[in-house]
T-cell receptor
Framework: AQKVTQAQTEISVVEKEDVTLDCVYE???????LFWYKQPPSGELVFLIR??????QNEISGRYSWNFQKSTSSFNFTITASQVVDSAVYFC??????????FGAGTTVTVRA | GAVVSQHPSWVICKSGTSVKIECRSL??????MFWYRQFPKQSLMLMAT?????????EQGVEKDKFLINHASLTLSTLTVTSAHPEDSSFYIC??????????????FGPGTRLTVL
């Protein structure tokens, strides 16, 4: 069985601060996929990134960056120079051979102007 | 690309009535669609997996006779909440898989449907 833990329930920062969201996962599968989704107040989940278990390269996309470390089973997400529009709930998720997504509990990020 | 729509976006109904929610993949064919339920300030809970042309696979604890799922085409899946009761009030979200050719698929989510049963 897969398990995703997002220990941070809520994070509040002031605009332009960096914020890092932690994600720790558990799985017995050697091939698996990790995802991050953003859920703004409107409710729609927005796909941010997908990473497979064989690719540990870190990735940067604009102000977003992801750090994948298999040794610690972590897939952390950093927002650099946060903006008010970044305020949302962020979910880390994992899928393996059964293609089902196991979601973490989510981290609510509030960016204050 | 990879746009998923849901209709309606919100619905209010009386207890005992049935409600149908549609999920459409607008610019791709989705072999598999998923239905989730989300309670306020909680994570998403997978209800069922829907494959085109076959019966849906329900997660443990989800009543298949209450939550009827039909996946009639590669772009449309429907969820019908039958004989709805106030405890069925929730945010229902669908997702569709975009085949990328290797490994597991990325799920793209619809905007969700907020159901309120009076």
């Amino acid at each position: 069985a897969q398990k995703v833990t997002q220990a941070q329930t809520e994070i509040s920062v002031v605009e332009k601060e960096d914020v890092t969201l932690d994600c720790v996962y558990e799985t017995r599968d050697t091939t698996y996929y990790l995802f991050w989704y953003k859920q703004p107040p409107s409710g729609e989940l927005v796909f941010l990134i997908r990473r497979n278990s064989f690719d540990e390269q870190n990735e940067i996309s604009g102000r977003y960056s992801w750090n994948f470390q298999k040794s610690t089973s972590s897939f952390n997400f950093t927002i650099t120079a946060s903006q008010v529009v970044d305020s949302a709930v962020y979910f880390c998720a994992l899928s393996a051979n059964d293609y089902k997504l196991s979601f973490g509990a989510g981290t609510t990020v509030t960016v204050r102007a | 690309g990879a746009v998923v729509s849901q209709h309606p976006s919100w619905v209010i109904c009386k207890s005992g009535t049935s409600v149908k929610i549609e999920c459409r993949s607008l610019d791709f064919q989705a072999t598999t669609m998923f239905w989730y339920r989300q309670f306020p300030k909680q994570s998403l809970m997978l209800m069922a997996t829907s494959n085109e042309g076959s019966k849906a696979t329900y997660e443990q604890g989800v009543e298949k006779d209450k939550f009827l799922i039909n996946h009639a085409s590669l772009t449309l899946s429907t969820l019908t909440v039958t004989s709805a009761h106030p405890e069925d009030s929730s945010f229902y979200i669908c997702s569709a898989s975009l085949t990328v050719g290797q490994g597991t698929d990325t799920q793209y989510f619809g905007p969700g449907t907020r159901l309120t049963v009076l």
